[in-house]
């Protein structure tokens, strides 16, 4: 792809400081958050369904699983391993009989080619090391008749050691809401059909989604295909979220993203803030945090050849947002088209606020450029 060439020298300038976490992950699960900055909510307590079936091990677990139909389950407080992932194939629902205090060892693939749809996982707390008690190297995995489903009031640590924290193929009307991510060699979380024509009936809904330390132990080994704390490729919302100590970027968005809407959401200690690749349209970023730790806050990729020449973004909106990045506040490359930024802040950019090279119908209004680095100017029309 065009973005691995300045990706990889982007890398080569050094490490980046640290910053503080958006939610703080102590003993009460408190929230935490500095001042104008987005409160991410920790997960929270819940009602646990009356007539479910409790569980106190993973024998019982399985057990459980195994069932033929749709199933409440209840898991008690205590450690659930097992030497494969846990398999939910028809619509069952897991709760931890207290949030956090079912801890699974293993994890957990959702959906089948064929069972039922709408799974939902609250409250449970995953830590996995061994990539073999997984499906595909993700913890979470939610695939063919799985849809609709949702993942509550949960966290996930991979340790570095496994790829995913949450794989979602399956995006019709996945909802992840509370969740903590953290450790991750190549997505927090992913929602991706990888497939540029598909268009989803209902979109996917993320919520108080708060992932960090996403990378390879070679930053940028990845070669710009991995290495993100989000990475959305279908329409969605994703709302009060924060990625932070994300290999390469923050978000990524593309494959089949249109007429997405991201808002209330901070990106920090990362090389690019948000990345549109093909195809990014029609989508709403608003009310976003990025940096002071991201050299480009928005990198929008060029109208490369490989994909017929047509623009990776198209009809996208950045609004009343603050980009607080070294190098860059949003960056249009080649072939851009109406794409608007209005109602920005842009401070501490050594560049430019606005970089827009050889866009087509880019629109800027409102920004505030007062706060640039001496020697950057508002907009260019430069090539970085």
Not at 92 to 121: C, E, H, K, T
Not at 164 to 186: L, T
Not at 199 to 220: N, Q, W
Not at 306 to 317: E, I, L, Q
Request: hydrophobic share 40%.
């Amino acid at each position: 792809m065009e973005r691995v060439g300045w990706l990889l020298r982007v890398f080569a300038v050094g490490c980046l400081l640290a910053a503080g976490p958006v939610v703080r992950d102590g003993a009460a699960g408190r929230a935490h958050a500095s001042r104008d900055s987005t409160v991410v909510r920790p997960p929270g307590p819940y009602k646990l369904p009356a007539g479910a079936v409790w569980v106190h091990n993973s024998r019982q677990l399985v057990r459980a699983l195994a069932r033929t139909h749709a199933t409440n389950i209840v898991l008690a407080a205590g450690v659930y391993n097992h030497h494969e992932p846990f398999y939910v194939r028809n619509g069952s629902r897991l709760y931890a009989a207290r949030v956090g205090q079912a801890v699974l060892r293993a994890g957990i693939a959702l959906g089948a080619n064929s069972g039922g749809s709408g799974p939902l996982l609250r409250g449970l707390r995953f830590d996995v090391r061994d990539p073999r008690r997984t499906l595909n190297d993700n913890v979470i995995h939610v695939w063919g008749s799985a849809s609709r489903a949702k993942i509550l009031d949960t966290r996930i640590a991979g340790h570095g050691r496994i790829d995913a924290g949450i794989f979602v193929p399956q995006p019709e009307g996945f909802v992840a809401k509370r969740v903590v991510v953290r450790g991750f060699r190549s997505y927090g979380v992913l929602v991706d059909p990888n497939h540029s024509v598909y268009r989803a009936g209902l979109p996917y809904l993320l919520e108080d989604i708060a992932v960090s330390r996403v990378a390879r132990p070679t930053r940028g080994s990845s070669h710009g295909t991995a290495e993100a704390c989000f990475w959305l490729g279908s329409r969605g919302v994703v709302r009060r979220s924060s990625a932070r100590r994300c290999g390469l970027e923050g978000i990524w968005t593309g494959s089949a993203n249109t007429g997405s809407l991201l808002q209330d959401v901070e990106i920090d200690r990362t090389w690019v803030g948000i990345y549109l690749e093909h195809f990014t349209r029609g989508a709403i970023f608003e009310r976003l945090r990025v940096g002071p730790h991201v050299r480009r806050g928005v990198n929008a990729e060029w109208a490369d050849p490989s994909w017929g020449g047509r623009p990776a973004s198209v009809d996208n909106v950045f609004r009343d947002s603050t980009f607080a990045t070294s190098l860059v506040g949003v960056y249009l490359d080649e072939g851009t088209t109406r794409t608007n930024v209005t109602g920005c802040t842009f401070a501490g950019q050594s560049w430019a606020g606005i970089g827009n090279y050889l866009g087509i119908g880019n629109r800027f209004a409102g920004n505030n450029f007062k706060r640039l680095l001496p020697g950057a100017v508002p907009i260019s029309l430069g090539h970085l």
